[in-house]
């Protein structure tokens, strides 16, 4: 029986939901190497700085650290080296343009597998304000309050 692992990430960006205002999302392919994607197996690797950018009508993703495969030896490549994204001409054209504009980056998400292929989830997003971020946890927590209140009247 073949696991459905497309549920389950290998790694979340979890801050950038907190200080990004994410809009639109990509699904794309990323090329690695066979360490680093066992690497990305073992769930080594962190989205925390990750960037990317469109170059040559191709989208680079840098600032990504993948740990260095501990029986990798002299196989074993840098571990914030720059990946190329795979994506659709279409997608990557859209992607461009969007990047053009002040104020938008293209920020990984999450890494997932999906068919036994390491797949990351990328989010055009714009830089939250100070002000913008105490609100979204003050809505989350009134949303939390609410969900609490509604249980405990529905027992």
Request: proline share 2%; hydrophobic share 35%; net charge positive.
């Amino acid at each position: 029986m073949v696991k459905n692992t497309e549920d389950k990430p290998l790694a979340q960006n979890k801050k950038a939901r907190h200080d990004y205002e994410i809009y639109e999302t990509f699904e794309a392919g990323i090329v690695l190497t066979g360490t680093e994607i066992k690497s990305v197996r073992q769930a080594k690797i962190q989205l925390k700085d990750g960037f990317a950018r469109v170059r040559n009508g191709e989208v680079w993703l840098s600032n990504v650290h993948i740990a260095p495969f501990e029986q990798g030896n002299i196989f074993n490549v840098e571990e914030l080296r720059t990946r190329k994204l795979l994506l659709n001409k279409k997608e990557i054209a859209k992607i461009d343009k969007e990047l053009s504009g002040t104020g938008i980056t293209f920020i990984p998400l999450k890494v997932y597998l999906k068919n036994g292929f390491a797949k990351v989830l990328m989010g055009l997003a714009r830089g939250k304000k100070d002000y913008d971020k105490r609100e979204s946890l003050k809505r989350k927590e009134q949303n939390r309050d609410i969900a609490r209140q509604l249980k405990a009247y529905n027992r």
